[in-house]
C-alpha cells in the first residue's frame, strides 16, 4: 500500500511535468508495490481514471477525436505500467504452478465464484461505513441465498449507473466507484489460490480509497446549501471519529494474541476449520492442551480441505496428554490421507517405539527418509532407536547424515559420541563432544559425557602404557616373576575401566551417576 500511495504521488508529479526521469520514478515505486502487494496490478487503470479526474488530462468537451487521440495517447503511455502488471500476474500464476494451491473449478464452481463477489462487494461496503464482527479469516459459503445476490447486483448497478450519469457534474462518483471496483477484482475470488476466503479485510485498504474519494468530494457537495453547514460537519466529523476509535480500541484488543484473534474469529464467522485448528495452535503453546483438543476435533467436523493437517495435530496434542493409542489412530489417519506426510511418520515412529513397537517404528522412519532424504530429524530419531537395539554401525552411520544436513545439529554430535564409545573410539567420542558443547554451550549431557569420556580416555592411556612397560623384559632377568606380575596387574585395571566404561554406557544418555 505504502508504495502504491508513492507511485500515485510520483505520477501526479509527472502530470504536471511529464519528463521521462519523473515516469521512472512512476514505474519504480508501482515495480515495488506489485512486489510487495500484487493486488496492486489494477494501479496503471486507476493512473487512466487519475487521467479524467483530477488531473484533467482526458476531456470529452473538446471535439471527439481530438479527445480519443488523447486518450489513446494517454493509455500508450501506460503500456510499460501495464506490461509490469502482466509480468506480476504472470509470476503470482507461475508461483502456484506445480504446487498444487490452485483452487480448481470442480472446487469452488464459477458460479459460486460470482455469486460471492457480487455479495462480497456489498459487505465490504458495509464493514467500511459498520465495521462490527471484523474477522482474521472469514470461511468460504457453500452456497449463496439468491436473495442476497439479486439483492447485491442490484445495489451495484444502481450505483453504477447513478456514477456514470453524474459523470460530467460529478466526475469523482464515477472515478471513486470504478477505482472501488477495479482495485477489488484481483483479489474478489474469481481466481482462487491457497486457502481462499469469503473475503478478507486486508484487501480493502486500497479499494476503500475509491470510496473515500466518494464521500469526501460528496458530503461537501450535499451540505453546500445548508445554513450551519460548518458547524454541522464538524460535529458529524467528531462524532463519526469517536465511534470509528471506540471500535478501533475494541478491536486492538482481540489481535492481542494467537487466542483472542481466533476466538473473535469463531464468534464473528460461527467457526471454520481453519479458526478452530488455529485457535488450537494458540491453546497449545500456552499449555492449554485440553481446550486444544476440543477445538482440534471441531476442526476434523468442519470439513476441513485438509484434514491430514488437523488430525496431525490432534495427534501431538493427545501425546503430550498420554493419549498414546487415541494419537497413534491419528496419526495414522493423517497418513491415510496423505501418505506423504513426514512429520506424520517421524512423530509416529517415536510413539511407537514408546510403546516398544520397534519394527513398527523404525520402518515409519526409513519410510520418512525415502520420502525426504535431507530430514535430519528422520535420521536422529532413526539412529537414536538402532542404538538402542545393539545396531550401532547403524546408529553412527545415520548420525552422520544428520550432521552432513545439519552442522549445528548439538544432539547429534552427542549421540555420535555415546555411539563412538560403545564402539571404544574414545578420542572420536571425546571430539563429537567438544562439537556438541561448542554448537550449544549450555548443554549439559554433551559436558558430562565429554568429561566422563575423557576420564575413562586417561584410565586406558595408562593402563595401556603400564602394559607396555611391564611386558619390556629380559627373560635372563631374575625379577621377571615381579614383571610379570605387575603385568596382570595392569590388565587387571584395563578389565575394570572397560567394565565402568560398560556400565556407564547403560545409562545413557547423561553418565549423572559416573560423573566423579
Not at 256 to 265: G, K
Amino acid at each position: 500500500t505504502f508504495w502504491g500511495l508513492l507511485a500515485l504521488w510520483a505520477y501526479a508529479g509527472y502530470a504536471k511535468r511529464p519528463v521521462l526521469l519523473r515516469y521512472f520514478g512512476v514505474a519504480l515505486f508501482l515495480a515495488l508495490s506489485l512486489l510487495a502487494k500484487p493486488m496492486l496490478v489494477t494501479l496503471p487503470f486507476v493512473l487512466l481514471l487519475l487521467d479524467y479526474w483530477p488531473l484533467k488530462r482526458i476531456t470529452f468537451e473538446q471535439p471527439i477525436r481530438s479527445s480519443l487521440d488523447r486518450a489513446g495517447r494517454l493509455i500508450v503511455e501506460k503500456v510499460p505500467l501495464l506490461i509490469l502488471s502482466a509480468l506480476s500476474v504472470y509470476l503470482s500464476l507461475a508461483s502456484t504452478r506445480g504446487v498444487g494451491t490452485v483452487v480448481t473449478l470442480q472446487t469452488i464452481p464459477l458460479m459460486l465464484r460470482i455469486e460471492n463477489a457480487l455479495v462480497s462487494y456489498l459487505k465490504y461496503i458495509g464493514k467500511l461505513f459498520w465495521p462490527i464482527d471484523l474477522a482474521i479469516f472469514y470461511p468460504y459459503p457453500e452456497f449463496i441465498m439468491l436473495w442476497q445476490v439479486m439483492g447485491s447486483l442490484a445495489v451495484l448497478s444502481v450505483i453504477s449507473i447513478v456514477s456514470i450519469r453524474k459523470l460530467r457534474n460529478h466526475p469523482y462518483l464515477a472515478v471513486g466507484w470504478l477505482w472501488f471496483l477495479g482495485t477489488f477484482a484481483p483479489v474478489i475470488g474469481l481466481v482462487q489460490a491457497g486457502i481462499w476466503q469469503e473475503m478478507a479485510d486486508r484487501f480493502a485498504y486500497v479499494p476503500f480509497i475509491g470510496l473515500f474519494v466518494m464521500i469526501a468530494w460528496g458530503i461537501p457537495h450535499l451540505v453546500n446549501r445548508w445554513q450551519y453547514k460548518r458547524i454541522g460537519l464538524t460535529v458529524g466529523a467528531g462524532v463519526f471519529l469517536l465511534l470509528l476509535a471506540m471500535t478501533t480500541h475494541i478491536q486492538i484488543r482481540h489481535w492481542a494474541n494467537s487466542v483472542t484473534i481466533f476466538e473473535q474469529a469463531i464468534k464473528a464467522t460461527g467457526g471454520s476449520w481453519i479458526a478452530h485448528n488455529n485457535l488450537a495452535d494458540g491453546l497449545m503453546n500456552r499449555g492449554r492442551v485440553n481446550e486444544a483438543i476440543r477445538h482440534y476435533n471441531f476442526a476434523l467436523q468442519s470439513k476441513s480441505p485438509q484434514p491430514w493437517g488437523v488430525y496431525y495435530n490432534l495427534a501431538t496434542a493427545l501425546t503430550f496428554v498420554g493419549r498414546n493409542q487415541k494419537a497413534i489412530y491419528c496419526y495414522t489417519e493423517a497418513l491415510k490421507l496423505n501418505p506423504e506426510y513426514v512429520n506424520a511418520h517421524i512423530n509416529i515412529a517415536v510413539v511407537l517405539a514408546g510403546q516398544g513397537r520397534i519394527n513398527e517404528a523404525i520402518n515409519h522412519n526409513f519410510e520418512a527418509i525415502r520420502i525426504d532424504p535431507n530430514s535430519d530429524r528422520a535420521h536422529f530419531d532413526l539412529a537414536k532407536i538402532l542404538l538402542t537395539q545393539g545396531r550401532v554401525d547403524e546408529a553412527i552411520i545415520h548420525f552422520s547424515w544428520v550432521l552432513r544436513i545439519n552442522p549445528l545439529y548439538a544432539e547429534a554430535y552427542n549421540r555420535r559420541g555415546m555411539a563412538l564409545m560403545q564402539k571404544g573410539k574414545l578420542e572420536e567420542a571425546i571430539l563429537h563432544f567438544r562439537k556438541a558443547s561448542n554448537v550449544k554451550p549450555d548443554y549439559l549431557d554433551a559436558q558430562r559425557n565429554h568429561k566422563l569420556a575423557e576420564s575413562f580416555f586417561e584410565k586406558f592411556r595408562k593402563a595401556v602404557a603400564g602394559m607396555r612397560h611391564s611386558m619390556d623384559f629380559d627373560h635372563q632377568d631374575v625379577r621377571n616373576d615381579l614383571k610379570m606380575q605387575e603385568l596382570l596387574d595392569k590388565k587387571t585395571e584395563l578389565d575394570q575401566a572397560v567394565f565402568q566404561l560398560n556400565t556407564a554406557l547403560s545409562l545413557q544418555p547423561g553418565f549423572t551417576a559416573l560423573d566423579s
